[in-house]
């Protein structure tokens, strides 16, 4: 079955403290894996796609990877306007869907 | 503006009632879908559909009905809501070319 798991549920960091969010998952045939982040009161906004292992996107403070197995989505120096809940998805292969299967998520609160 | 939009935002319905979500976008993407999200569950997919009149079912489909009789537009009925129900519902947009899914911002739905 494929199964997406994202630890920590929830991480505090003072702001300028650099820190790592981690996405296990299984499937079967991975098309995509996907970093999204989502502010209370609205809806996931799309971040990375990450294709392959070894693959690497960055944005601003934020860097996602890839392997095999897992993804992490590092952020460096962060600051109080990256408090949010960041979430992470994968596409499996197999039918012309687009589904994605999500995680539940990363709550992340940074302090001035 | 160009965009996935959902209508309404908030909903407050009683057990038994009939409700209707909508969702329109306006980038005539193929694929649209309809998740719900709750506290340790994260995003669930309800139902989805690869092109007009074409829709399959989900993770939980128990309790809702879609149709998509437009490329833009994919409502979301609950024929007989129950309390059950209540919670955040996401509608997301994607085309063929790129797997990323776009969300809408949400509607909040409670069944008294």
């Known amino acids: 079955e494929d199964q997406v798991t994202q630890s920590p549920e929830a991480l505090r960091l003072q702001e300028g403290e650099s820190s790592s969010l981690n996405c296990s998952y299984t499937?079967?045939?991975?098309?995509?894996l996907f970093w999204y982040r989502q502010d209370p009161g609205k809806g996931p906004e799309f971040l990375f796609t990450l294709y392959s292992a070894g693959e690497e996107k960055e944005k601003e403070r934020l860097k996602a990877t890839l392997t095999k197995k897992e993804s992490f989505l590092h952020i460096t120096a962060p600051k109080p306007e990256d408090s949010a809940t960041y979430l992470c998805?994968?596409?499996?292969?197999?039918?012309?869907?687009?589904?994605?299967?999500f995680g539940t998520g990363t709550l992340l609160a940074v302090q001035p | 503006d160009a965009g996935i939009t959902q209508s309404p935002r908030y909903k407050i319905t009683e057990t038994g009632r009939q409700v209707t979500l909508m969702c329109h976008q306006t980038w005539s993407h193929s694929y649209m879908f309809w998740y719900r999200q709750d506290l340790g569950h994260g995003l669930r997919l309800i139902y989805y559909?690869?092109?007009?009149?074409?829709?399959d079912k989900g993770e939980v489909p128990d309790g809702y009905v879609v149709s998509r009789s437009k490329t833009e537009n994919f409502p979301l009925t609950l024929e007989s809501a129950t309390r059950s129900q209540t919670s955040v519902y996401f509608c997301a947009s994607s085309s063929p070319a790129r797997p990323e899914a776009f969300f809408g911002q949400g509607t909040r739905l409670t069944v008294v």
């Open positions: 559909s690869a092109a007009a009149d074409i829709t």
């Open positions: 499937v079967s045939g991975l098309r995509g």
């Open positions: 998805a994968v596409q499996p292969y197999g039918g012309a869907t687009n589904k994605l299967i």
